[in-house]
């Protein structure tokens, strides 16, 4: 017999030492139909905390959907201490749509916390607050970059959040970003309420990425196991991630057809030409160059562009030859050991 409570959501009341799909309705298009989103819920039989773990909050970014059905799939979560939370795809509608937005045009991460009254996006964002958001105790939103976009796995946590960074650090993706949240975003509505939360990117919308999907599953089982959820200790990395505490863009100087000459994870310093840009009509071209030392996180892989398009997304770092050493021992790292440690620790397939 179990003696601990029954967890409650929406609805349902999942007991001690079971798992359930919980389907939570969120709203009602013009045709009168239902908007629905579905949670996992697997309640251990001993106290814990209550993770929760999102993605397509944007419909586009598919990345965390496989990410979330390989973490369902291990055997380990059957044993956990406390309440894990999955919720595979937020933005229901977006994800059927292949689209980043709700049918009105409207982000969804812009529109938290949400009003119980406001637009259709307004709406969902209240009612996901208010509840399964405030039923956690810690979350991790799982994210990719744009459309012709990608990003290298990065993290996200507040400077000012120890306990968020102490995800960040286990989950012990390549890059972590010392950021503070948006306004208008889960991230944001989590701080406010004192859950710690952290952002994973990685890959590109509408795109599997293998490293990445590999790493979000290793760095998810790692926090777990660090919160106490799952039992063993929580092993220090081989390579610890690059911390950064600032990033910004470099732009198209020009309109024309790009040409690319740095990948994700590489590091670059003040000058180094990233680009070129150059016109279909004549012999003008322009080069792109870096514009401060650092590691590209990110990259517009569309040649096509716009004069003040964002070409690629730079992260500073205190020190480009540590930052490309433990880049490429990540990488190797997640290449030739995960497959292994994924059959055989892991049990996904």
Not at 35 to 58: E, F, M
Not at 75 to 103: A, D, M
Not at 148 to 156: F, I, K, S, T
Request: include cysteine; aromatic fraction near 6%; charge should be positive.
């Amino acid at each position: 017999m179990n003696s601990r409570t029954a967890f409650t959501l929406g609805p349902d009341k999942i007991a001690a030492g079971s798992r359930a799909v919980v389907d939570i309705p969120f709203g009602k298009l013009y045709t009168h139909t239902e908007l629905n989103i579905g949670a996992h819920v697997i309640h251990g039989r001993q106290d814990g905390p209550v993770l929760l773990i999102t993605a397509a909050l944007h419909g586009d970014e598919i990345n965390g959907v496989e990410i979330c059905r390989r973490l369902l799939k291990l055997p380990r979560l059957n044993r956990i201490k406390g309440t894990l939370i999955v919720v595979p795809i937020v933005n229901t509608y977006g994800f059927v749509q292949q689209s980043r937005y709700l049918p009105d045009r409207r982000d969804l991460n812009r529109s938290f916390p949400g009003s119980e009254k406001g637009s259709l996006g307004s709406r969902m964002a209240y009612q996901f607050t208010d509840k399964i958001l405030k039923c956690c105790t810690h979350a991790i939103d799982l994210h990719t970059g744009a459309i012709h976009r990608a990003n290298l796995p990065q993290v996200r946590a507040s400077a000012k959040d120890k306990t968020a960074l102490r995800m960040a650090e286990v989950f012990n993706a390549p890059v972590i970003i010392k950021a503070a949240s948006r306004d208008g975003t889960m991230r944001g509505t989590a701080n406010n309420l004192g859950i710690p939360l952290l952002l994973y990117e990685a890959g590109e919308a509408l795109r599997f990425d293998e490293q990445s999907i590999k790493i979000g599953v290793r760095g998810i089982v790692n926090v777990m196991q660090d919160l106490g959820m799952l039992s063993g200790k929580t092993k220090a990395p081989k390579n610890r991630s690059v911390f950064s505490k600032k990033s910004s863009w470099v732009r198209a100087e020009h309109d024309g057809i790009a040409r690319y000459y740095v990948t994700l994870g590489q590091t670059v310093k003040t000058g180094d030409i990233m680009a070129h840009i150059y016109s279909p009509y004549s012999d003008f071209e322009v080069a792109i160059p870096a514009t401060f030392d650092g590691v590209v996180i990110g990259r517009n892989n569309l040649p096509l562009v716009n004069e003040g398009e964002a070409l690629f997304h730079v992260a500073e770092v205190s020190s480009l030859d540590e930052a490309e050493k433990t880049l490429d021992a990540i990488s190797d790292e997640v290449d030739n050991a995960m497959p292994a440690a994924l059959r055989d620790e892991y049990g996904v397939v």
